[in-house]
T-cell receptor
């Protein structure tokens, strides 16, 4: 099992550009999450998907959109990147939204200039 | 709003020293508690978790944590740290809404 995979690992964007971060899990988990990690702020939830076909906002959703493409895949889109979105982005999954134990991907380091 | 507070931002220890990292949370209902570790350049991995039962939980690599309900705390401990424990440690709480709320993280540096 690969667990949770993310692409790309690194990305540099210019202000105003758009991009999609991809995430996939092969553990047959129902729930998936997107976090951003910033120094001194821990991980903050951007969006999550409790089950296939549903998505909900987390703590910091502004400037982002998500798509739960199927049970395995959950993508995060930046429509018009801003320097404030420079961060490390982690995707995670769990059996259900109530199971608590989440498994994380390796992260995407995004720089917006 | 629910929150998790880790009071130590950066801890520096020598090998064989004892470790205790503080974690306090603000949610008063039933909670599940977690410690995650992020080694340099790697993704987060679960260190240990508390759901119910014995408030003293043991995790991987000799780590343990104690849930003290009256103090809203879930401190992480290890009797003797190693250089390989150098990492960032995150406390997290899952409330009845199902979301994980993370603390700010504590960076641990262990000097050989």
């Amino acid at each position: 099992n690969a667990g949770v995979t993310q692409t790309p690992k690194f990305q540099v964007l210019k202000t105003g550009q758009s991009m999609t971060l991809q995430c996939a899990q092969d553990m047959n988990h129902n729930s998936m999450y997107w976090y951003r990690q910033d120094p001194g702020m821990g991980l903050r939830l951007i969006y999550y998907s409790a089950s296939e076909g549903t998505t909900d906002k987390g703590e910091v959703p502004n400037g982002y959109n998500v798509s739960r493409l199927n049970k395995r895949e959950f993508s995060l889109r930046l429509e018009s990147a801003a320097p404030s979105q420079t961060s490390v982005y982690f995707c995670a999954s769990s059996v259900t939204s109530g199971s608590g134990e989440q498994y994380f991907g390796p992260g995407t380091r995004l720089t917006v200039t | 709003a629910q929150s998790v507070s880790q009071h130590n931002h950066h801890v520096i220890l020598s090998e064989a020293a004892s470790l205790e990292l503080g974690c306090n949370y603000s949610y008063g209902g039933t909670v599940n508690l977690f410690w995650y570790v992020q080694y340099p350049g790697q993704h987060l991995q679960l260190l240990l978790k508390y759901f119910s039962g014995d408030p003293l939980v043991k995790g991987i690599k000799g780590f343990e944590a104690e849930f003290i309900k009256s103090k809203f705390s879930f401190n992480l401990r290890k009797p003797s740290v190693q250089w390989s424990d150098t990492a960032e440690y995150f406390c997290a709480v899952r409330n009845q809404g199902g979301k994980l709320i993370f603390g700010q993280g504590t960076e641990l540096s262990v000097k050989p």
